[in-house]
């Protein structure tokens, strides 16, 4: 008869302090967050009731899917005076303004546009709540 399960920390001796097992039933003690940690690394054991009791251990390993929670964030400031030199060409470069996003795969790519000449700051919260 099975008597114990039990979780054994492999090589991420923090892993414990997020997932725990009763019964077999792996669970969270808190909501996880993958930009801070994405894989948990860890051992599950089984024991017998035996004497002398014999066990097994299988790799346990929980990964943590992405969810949109972090918005795209610009390396500049978030306005900015730039200026360009009278009679260039079509298609001169004025400016490059690069974001970045801490989410993953779709949750993380960004289109730039940019907003008509007079919007007001509610416009551009209505835009990106669009976005969303
Ligand atoms: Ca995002
Ligand atoms: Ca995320």
């Known amino acids: 008869m099975l008597e114990t399960y039990q979780m054994i920390v492999g090589q991420d001796e ?7 097992m009763v019964e077999g039933s792996v669970m969270t003690r808190e909501p996880l967050d993958r930009e801070s940690k994405s894989v948990y690394a860890m051992w599950a054991e089984a024991t017998d009731g035996g004497d002398p009791p014999r066990g097994a251990r299988v790799p346990l390993r929980v990964i943590v899917t992405d969810i949109n929670d972090n918005s795209p964030l610009f390396a500049e400031p978030d306005e900015d005076v730039v200026g360009v030199r009278e009679q260039q060409p079509p298609g001169t470069e004025v400016t490059r303004v690069r974001a970045a996003d801490a989410d ?18 509610k416009d551009y919260a209505r835009s990106k709540i669009k976005n969303r």
């Open 104 to 121: 993953e795969g779709n949750n993380a790519s960004i289109t730039y546009s940019i907003l008509k000449e007079n919007a007001s700051i």
């Open 14 to 20: 923090n892993s414990l302090k997020y997932i725990f």
